[in-house]
């Protein structure tokens, strides 16, 4: 970390200008940018989430149902949509940090960012071609040439931004190195396109180089990191220049727009609980002929065969609620996220984003039954991942006291209670994924059970805690009988630390 920084609260919310003069600024032509800002990360999480559906809808004819080479295609294709996934959320980390530097917008502004969503739509299309055709170079080098696009337009935007500084957060339009800042905000933006230059090029002879420059991409602020901090312990560490560019770097305590992480995340969570009924809508409406040969018309017997996908999407939704709830509840304590914490954060919506898969998985307990324990297992470890990186978030959080709550650090009333409930989802998978290697043969009773005991455990789960602590508090008595326990109070558990505090 560099020295002492000139604090600059204008650069974490967007759009925090002055807002007396919004009329006049209206009729000039110039806006904020609060609704844009909105919209595209309404778009940027519909995009990214869309992005399981080539896998999801994968076709699998019978004799292939228990081919090892289907299982590699399936893990293939999970791997990339991982991959494109995160390259979506770089996509949006980068338009958080832009509309961090630009403060207001005017029609222009608008047009340039409306041409930047309009080709982070065409990704799918890219994505559902490298999935259908992995060895096909067509489909990585269109993907490539889309971000490379993304990442031109958000280029100009920044040029055009400083050739008008009004639109410039406050900080930079009255700065006195606005061209040094425009050069390094370029050399960033424009570092992730280079790249996929590099991958466009490599696909044509060479496609698992393409790959793995895209992987680059992903997590190119933490090589540029490492590489910095290599740099200062073989050279030595520089001073700082006076004019500290250190707002927009890949700092990874830097902090993070709070606001756009949770509107983006709640855009994943809306459409993947979105995407549940669309396979049930699709696929669970009787075909009218069908209903009247097989079941004389009786729309009700028709419908009792589609029991199991009807249980499974009512599973999967409360799934998905619960881990909105518990990514809900934890984003209430925070403070700030830093970089690691908004890397984290997007590992869990990837896994998040993969529910519809695990929908699908379970679905089909009773059409493939000799693929039930793989489908549990598939199941479990996409909701284990899912969740455990959550718990990785708030892990990270206690580390650097400052981004959370008071309330919710070591010793904090609701530390023991953020702690429980972070950690059901990953418990609770991971014992049934555990039972299912146990007893194989109940896989499926495992996971409904896990299902069903799950959200009871949620609204049990004050109550639970406050035991579990009174328990230790009681057992801390038995090996110290020499020492007179104050009597415990209600109260006091709900605001107890998650173990005693050692003598």
């Not at 619960?322 to 970089?339: D, E």
Request: proline letters at 6%; one cysteine or more.
């Amino acid at each position: 970390m560099s020295g002492p920084q000139t604090p600059e609260p204008a650069l974490d919310r967007q759009g925090d200008c002055s807002t007396g003069s919004g009329d006049e600024g209206a009729a000039d032509g110039i806006q904020h940018s609060h609704r844009m800002l909105s919209f595209s990360d309404a778009l940027l999480s519909i995009i990214a989430t869309v992005m399981i559906l080539p896998v999801t809808h994968m076709e699998i004819t019978p004799e292939q149902k228990s081919d090892k080479s289907v299982q590699n295609l399936l893990a293939t294709r999970i791997a990339v949509y991982l991959m494109t996934f995160l390259i979506v959320t770089v996509a949006w980390a980068a338009h958080t940090r832009l509309f961090q530097i630009v403060g207001k917008i005017d029609d222009t502004l608008a047009l340039l960012n409306l041409a930047c969503m309009m080709t982070i739509t065409f990704l799918p299309f890219t994505f559902s071609l490298m999935v259908t055709f992995p060895e096909v170079p067509l489909g990585i080098f269109l993907f490539c040439v889309c971000v490379i696009a993304i990442g031109a337009i958000q280029a100009l935007i920044v040029v055009y931004a400083f050739h008008f500084p009004h639109l410039l957060s406050p900080q930079i339009e009255g700065s006195a190195h606005r061209a040094l800042h425009r050069r390094h905000i370029l050399g960033i933006i424009l570092q992730g396109p280079t790249l996929c230059l590099a991958a466009a090029c490599f696909s044509l002879f060479f496609y698992p180089a393409s790959y793995l420059l895209m992987a680059t991409v992903v997590f190119l602020p933490y090589v540029s990191k490492a590489a910095g901090w290599c740099r200062d312990r073989l050279a030595g560490s520089r001073e700082p220049p006076a004019h500290s560019l250190e707002f927009f770097t890949f700092d990874l305590h830097e902090p993070l727009s709070k606001e756009r992480v949770e509107a983006f995340s709640d855009g994943v969570y809306a459409i993947v609980a979105t995407l549940l009924i669309l396979d049930i809508c699709e696929d669970n409406v009787p075909d009218p002929k069908e209903v009247k040969a097989k079941f004389g018309g009786s729309l009700v017997a028709a419908l009792g065969t589609s029991g199991p996908q009807f249980l499974a999407y009512f599973g999967s939704f409360v799934t998905v609620g619960l881990l909105w709830f518990a990514h809900h509840s934890l984003f209430l304590h925070i403070r700030k996220v830093t970089r690691p914490m908004g890397l984290l954060n997007t590992l869990s919506l990837a896994f998040v984003g993969g529910l519809p898969l695990a929908y699908q998985q379970t679905s089909a307990f009773e059409k493939q039954s000799p693929r039930e324990l793989e489908s549990v297992r598939v199941s479990c470890a996409i909701i284990f991942f899912a969740s455990i990186f959550q718990f990785a978030i708030w892990t990270t959080a206690l580390l650097q006291e400052e981004t959370l709550q008071p309330s919710a650090r070591f010793g904090g009333r609701e530390h023991a209670f953020m702690f429980a409930k972070l950690a059901l989802y990953p418990c609770a998978s991971l014992l049934a994924f555990a039972s299912t290697c146990i007893l194989s043969r109940f896989s499926t009773a495992i996971f409904h059970i896990m299902q069903i005991a799950v959200p009871f455990a949620f609204l049990l789960l004050r109550l639970l805690v406050r035991l579990a602590l009174a328990a230790l508090r009681a057992l801390r008595g038995l090996t110290r009988p020499g020492r007179t326990q104050p009597a415990p109070r209600a109260m006091d558990d709900a605001r107890a630390p998650l173990l005693p505090a050692p003598c």
